[in-house]
């Protein structure tokens, strides 16, 4: 309990520091851009592969499972999107964002701390945490809402291959798609996801920026933060729910 | 010139720094030498900011480094020049983006103005024409005169080298010392170099303290050195069997 209160404290003190205002707007639209393209467009593909395949195995299953004949079909192009936006999209592919980015960026810092890449910064006289933090913290609320929308229009793509695959005529499932559609549902995506971006950019940029020792911590700091950032995304997925939905 | 006054520092129980005295002259190579684990990392990193002192007072010139604001530490910070005993190159950055950094950092210069610093350090520490390298294309030596190079881009008026020599070659040593002692008398600049290598004791050696668990027990030259009949300073510097048929 101590460790965690300990955690938290040096959490938002980091925090503190990384939302001061950065020494030179020009050098930071430098780093915001590069970040972006490091958490953002380099994720692109594992998105679309693992939301085309997922949305396939979502309408199987459901057509698989609709075993009574009063069901109709275009069920399977509905559970298939809610399923999509409401839970896979915003939470599994943040999930493994947290793998993949989370990860990336503990063990970037990681590596620059006990480089002492980031003593040279300091010595400098440059703010490193919000240097280096800031721009990957507002790349990632930027950038993955909108790989999470797409997500959803891929899988949706997988689903409809999918439900051909289980006999499900395409304007069956276009119907199902369609029927009593909630944009609502977007903006709690959109949310949701939002929370979950800050979650895997400042919680993996804390451990990394608080890695003491050689190559093991770094990647022991790694673990700790797609570990730490998975349980805070879960945990939040079920606060942010509760209060969005309830 | 940098001066510390009875400064002391504890890491918990571990009292590393015992009321440690010293005067950094301007235009000299400073030494801060003594066996590993004596305390000289640690006061290397007291005079650049990154470990807080317990007390007793550190001056640049006459600021006490503690006693301004952190903003004002920023701006002293941007006087120093510091050597980092991996070098500490960003390893995302070629060798150009490297040295130029600081200058994107702090100044107004234009692009060409900046690339043109760059150069002439670059040229200043020999490696000319090696912009577009990446830090993992450089040798050991390389990245020690990048990191050199990086520096003294923005003209410091302090120059403070983390064990400037480890990992190298004897004879890229001698290069390494030569040239921080000739970026020393050229800009006129406080040097302090922390070493546990004699040969750097004797090459550049001009004002030199000896540390010895966390309390200055010697201070002097290089010919000082070799004369001084303090034991301690003696088991040190004559350790090998080569400096003690020279001390013979």
Redesign the interface.
């Known amino acids: 309990m101590i460790k965690l209160l300990q955690h938290l404290g040096l959490y938002f003190i980091m925090m503190k520091k990384v939302t001061s205002a950065p ?2 707007w ?2 930071f639209r430098k780093q915001l851009i590069l970040e972006m393209e490091k958490v953002g467009l380099k994720s692109v593909s594992l998105v679309i592969i693992l939301s085309f395949f997922v949305g396939a195995v979502v309408s199987i299953q459901t057509a698989f499972n609709m075993t009574s004949p009063l069901l109709p079909s275009y069920l399977v192009g509905l559970a298939s999107r809610d399923s999509l936006i409401l839970e896979f999209s915003p939470t599994m592919i943040s999930l493994i964002l947290a793998g993949k980015v989370g990860s990336s960026i503990a063990s970037e810092i990681g ?2 701390r006990v ?3 980031i ?2 910064l ?6 490193s945490a919000s240097f280096l933090i800031l721009p990957k913290i507002i790349a990632t609320v930027l950038f993955f809402p909108f790989l999470i929308i797409m997500s959803m229009g891929i899988g949706m793509i997988g689903a409809w291959v999918g439900g051909l695959s289980a006999d499900v005529t395409t304007a069956d499932f276009m119907y199902g798609l369609k029927y009593d559609f909630r944009p609502f549902y977007i903006t709690y995506a959109v949310v949701k996801t939002t929370f979950f971006a800050f979650i895997i950019s400042s919680v993996s940029a804390y451990f990394g920026y608080h890695t003491k020792g050689g190559a093991i911590a770094v990647g022991k700091s790694s673990t700790t933060a797609v570990v730490s950032s998975s349980i805070l995304i879960l945990l939040f997925n079920y606060i942010l729910t509760d209060i969005i939905l309830s | 010139m940098i001066e510390i006054q009875n400064v002391e520092k504890s890491f918990e129980e571990n009292h590393v720094l015992k009321n440690v005295s010293f005067l950094f002259e301007k235009g000299k190579t400073n030494l801060i030498i003594g066996e590993s684990g004596s305390g000289k990392t640690t006061l290397i990193k007291i005079l650049i900011g990154l470990h807080k002192i317990d007390s007793g007072t550190v001056l640049f010139d006459g600021v006490d480094f503690n006693a301004i604001k952190t903003k004002q530490q920023r701006i002293l910070r941007q006087e120093i020049g510091m050597l980092f005993q991996g070098g500490a190159l960003y390893d995302y950055m070629t060798v150009e983006e490297n040295i130029m950094f600081p200058l994107s950092m702090f100044t107004d210069k234009t692009e060409q103005e900046k690339l043109e610093r760059v150069n002439f350090c670059l040229k200043r520490v020999n490696l000319e024409g090696k912009n577009d390298l990446m830090p993992s294309e450089l040798s050991g030596g390389m990245t020690k005169r990048v990191a050199i190079a990086r520096a003294i881009v923005m003209q410091p008026k302090y120059l403070l080298c983390d064990e400037p020599n480890s990992g190298l070659d004897p004879k890229t040593a001698i290069i390494i010392d030569n040239l921080i002692q000739e970026i020393t008398k050229e800009y006129n600049i406080t040097t302090i170099v922390n070493t546990h290598d004699m040969n750097s004791v004797m090459e550049i050696g001009e004002n030199i303290a000896f540390i010895n668990n966390g309390e200055i027990w010697w201070t002097g030259n290089k010919d000082g050195l070799l004369n001084s009949d303090n034991k301690e300073l003696n088991d040190f510097v004559f350790a090998s069997k080569l400096f003690k048929r020279l001390k013979s």
């Open positions: 020494e030179k020009s050098v590596s620059m480089t002492e890449q003593d040279a300091e010595i400098m006289g440059i703010n």
